[in-house]
Nanobody, 121 residues
Framework: QVQLAESGGGLVQPGGSLRLSCAAS????????MGWYRQAPGTQRELVAT???????HYIEHVKGRFTISRDNAKSTVYQQLISLKPEDTAVYYC???????????????WGQGTQVTVSS
């Protein structure tokens, strides 16, 4: 009932930049929190950043100052600007959203399919 479509991953050299996008669609009444997670090979998925509908952002410590999360509520889209990328940022990045459906006003949590970010020279 809710789909998240991610784009913007790719291969970049250390110190480079990328911009990830994630657009939500479906039977959505409202979206509360949107965020980005990542999972490197052999590790658990970890939270990277989240943002509320009011624009309040939270980041994990080792991306502060390098990653910036933002959202366009009118487009149901969340973005993440990644700068000063490091090899340890290499992972599949997943978009996440939770909110309320139009049907029965029930809650939903949705995940995107993931987009690969590879930082390598």
């Amino acid at each position: 009932q809710v789909q998240l479509a991610e784009s913007g991953g790719g291969l970049v050299q250390p110190g480079g930049s990328l911009r990830l996008s994630c657009a939500a669609s479906g039977s959505i009444s409202s979206i509360n929190s949107m965020g980005w997670y990542r999972q490197a090979p052999g590790t658990q998925r970890e939270l990277v950043a989240t943002i509320t509908s009011g624009g309040s952002a939270h980041y994990i410590e080792h991306v502060k100052g390098r990653f910036t999360i933002s959202r366009d509520n009118a487009k149901s889209t969340v973005y993440q600007q990644l700068i000063s990328l490091k090899p340890e940022d290499t992972a599949v990045y997943y978009c996440n959203a939770d909110g309320i459906l139009t049907i029965a006003h029930s809650r939903f949590t949705a995940w995107g399919q993931g987009t690969q970010v590879t930082v390598s020279s």
